[in-house]
T-cell receptor
Framework: GAGVSQSPSNKVTEKGKDVELRCDPI?????LYWYRQSLGQGLEFLIYFQGNSAPDKSGLPSDRFSAERTGGSVSTLTIQRTQQEDSAVYLCASSLAPSSSEQYFGPGTRLTVT | QKEVEQDPGPLSVPEGAIVSLNCTYS??????FMWYRQYSRKGPELLMYTYSSGNKEDGRFTAQVDKSSKYISLFIRDSQPSDSATYLC??????????????FGKGTLLTVNP
């Protein structure tokens, strides 16, 4: 079956602009996660969505970052007023079970802020 | 001390060699241990998923967890050039029910030479 899909695959933006990144989880997966992979930092947890429950936003690095999940499926991660330090690969993952450590990742969106 | 330590390599081996990849960790609450393979400019692919201590085998791959030593390993037998990738260890715990927050090592870059 289809895996997690993300779009765009690459995004170049100017400092100060807003960007939206999209994630489509695996069909039937109830939980969705966003991570960031920065050079030298490894993968860092950003946010977790499960059904209609309030998301766990504890990993978001600043209030310029926000995310939503509509209809329990597609999710968008929005970064406002982008900064150069936001340059990274943003990865989305999903899991069949809620609160699961067995997560399947998408290909990521490579964001470059110039 | 970082929560998860992983030798970044690079590690270069001849085809057919047995590869040993390792991570150490400091958080005794970790209960779930994963190994991901990440090809260049792709998302992480879940290879092995284990709970608590012990061994798990899947084809040419064997994952070992030693919770007493806070040490996990991934062995690859009969390594192939297609195994050339970055290998990431990840782990999570039951602390506060947030076992979905994966903590990653920074990855080991493996090259298998034909």
């Amino acid at each position: 079956g289809a895996g997690v899909s993300q779009s765009p695959s690459n995004k170049v933006t100017e400092k100060g602009k807003d960007v939206e990144l999209r994630c489509d989880p695996i069909s039937g997966h109830t939980a969705l996660y966003w991570y960031r992979q920065s050079l030298g930092q490894g993968l860092e947890f950003l946010i977790y969505f499960q059904g209609n429950s309030a998301p766990d936003k504890s990993g978001l690095p600043s209030d310029r970052f926000s995310a939503e999940r509509t209809g329990g499926s597609v999710s968008t991660l929005t970064i406002q007023r982008t900064q150069q330090e936001d340059s990274a690969v943003y990865l989305c993952a999903s899991s069949l079970a809620p609160s699961s450590s067995e997560q399947y990742f998408g290909p990521g969106t490579r964001l470059t802020v110039t | 001390q970082k929560e998860v330590e992983q030798d970044p390599g690079p590690l270069s081996v001849p085809e057919g060699a047995i590869v040993s990849l390792n991570c150490t960790y400091s958080n005794s609450a970790f209960q779930y241990f994963m190994w991901y393979r990440q090809y260049s400019r792709k998302g992480p692919e879940l290879l092995m998923y284990t709970y608590s201590s012990g061994n798990k085998e899947d084809g040419r791959f064997t994952a070992q967890v030693d919770k007493s030593s806070k040490y996990i390993s991934l062995f690859i037998r009969d390594s192939q050039p297609s195994d050339s990738a970055t290998y990431l260890c990840a782990m999570s715990g039951d602390s506060g029910g947030s076992n979905y927050k994966l903590t990653f090592g920074k990855g080991t870059l493996l090259t298998v030479n034909p």
